[in-house]
């Protein structure tokens, strides 16, 4: 007998859009944890906070955190998860929609990987940013943090105020859905002063 054919649901169409692949390993959660060293005073954003597999971590680690999710099919369980933890706001918003803070804090996710190069530049051009950690595609990890032995223009240009570095690697295997490629902790720091005076950095870009 022939095999069925196979038909994707709704749900399924969904995942692809919104380019949601759900980190399930702890060892991996705990890797982007210590990635992302949260300050124990300070406010931290989550991008893409899904059913909560980073949120409670997180939340122990940091003085207050404000939990992005745009989907509602994780709404209810994500809102379980904060509803428990007195430091966390769970916002059901897009993140890339959401106005940076006014004051200093950082940026840490699983983020929709279609989305990566929004959510960087979103964290680029936030005045207060002091870092970002973000699980990306290995390969996109990878070129912006010069692993290969050369460097985009991107991290170039941004270079005297933002140092990028892999700050580990996260096997497929540890999301669900599994996706075709291995993942990497993308760290994005803020300088504590840039490299060249800031009227100077224009000329250089």
Do not use: K
Request: proline share 10%.
């Amino acid at each position: 007998m022939a095999p069925r054919p196979f038909r994707s649901t709704e749900r399924d169409r969904s995942r692809r859009v919104l380019s949601q692949n759900f980190l399930v390993d702890r060892a991996a959660v705990q890797r982007v944890i210590r990635a992302a060293d949260p300050d124990p005073a300070g406010l931290l954003l989550e991008v893409g906070a899904g059913r909560g597999q980073l949120t409670r971590p997180l939340a122990a680690r940091c003085g207050r955190l404000t939990a992005y999710e745009v989907d509602p099919a994780v709404r209810g369980a994500l809102a379980a998860v904060c509803a428990e933890l007195s430091n966390v706001e769970h916002r059901q918003a897009d993140f890339l929609a959401a106005e940076p803070p006014p004051e200093p804090f950082a940026v840490v996710g699983n983020i929709p990987w279609s989305l990566t190069s929004a959510v960087v530049r979103w964290c680029l051009a936030a005045p207060r940013l002091r870092s970002a950690t973000l699980l990306t595609q290995l390969e996109y990890a990878r070129r912006r943090s010069g692993d290969y032995g050369r460097w985009t223009r991107l991290t170039v240009s941004t270079w005297p105020e933002f140092g990028w570095r892999l700050a580990g690697r996260v096997p497929r295997t540890a999301f669900r859905p599994v996706p075709a490629v291995d993942a990497g902790i993308l760290r994005i720091e803020r300088r504590p002063e840039p490299l060249l005076p800031v009227a100077a950095l224009p000329a250089y870009r």
